[in-house]
């Protein structure tokens, strides 16, 4: 839903923007993207300082806040540090996936992909790569290569904004 809603935002930010300069901006978002993923994988875990997310009088998160805090550390994402995900950490780490997909749908429309089918493909590729990750995940984490392919979602990234840059 949220790559449909930035894609028609891009749309718009098309309408006013010239050709290359669209093309630059969807190029240099792409790559962003990408750095940011790299950045994470390899940041120092930090003094703690960002550890506990803003909470309103009642204890819970601030939901705006909190998702942003759960894009930069998604460990942040189990409020109440039970291992498990109930349904309002749930809809934090969803609103959190939802901000990142803003970025890649303004992104991906100022390329010209179709609104409609390609947030369709994404829905669909979502959840296919969310089963084998799982179980890639699962069998990768008893080897020592985890960290490293941790970052190739972001080189790949970075990678589609060059193409695109220079296509």
């Excluded at 290359?20 to 875990?45: C, F, T």
């Amino acid at each position: 839903m949220m790559v449909f809603v930035s894609m028609n935002i891009g749309r718009l930010l098309a309408l006013v923007l010239p050709l290359q300069v669209e093309r630059g901006l969807a190029s240099v978002i792409l790559m962003a993207l990408g750095g940011w993923a790299i950045y994470n994988v390899y940041k120092p875990k930090g003094d703690g300082s960002d550890s506990s997310m803003e909470c309103d009088g009642t204890g819970e998160a601030n939901r705006f806040s909190g998702a942003v805090q759960v894009l930069k550390r998604p460990e942040l994402g189990d409020l109440d540090r039970s291992g498990t995900i109930s349904q309002k950490e749930a809809l934090l780490i969803g609103i959190a996936l939802s901000m990142d997909s803003f970025g890649a749908g303004i992104s991906s429309s100022l390329l010209h992909f179709p609104p409609l089918s390609f947030s369709l493909l994404v829905g669909v590729f979502t959840l296919m790569f969310i089963r084998v990750g799982l179980s890639l995940g699962y069998m990768v984490s008893k080897t020592g290569i985890m960290k490293k392919a941790t970052m190739l979602p972001g080189v790949v990234l970075i990678v589609l904004g060059l193409i695109k840059l220079f296509r």
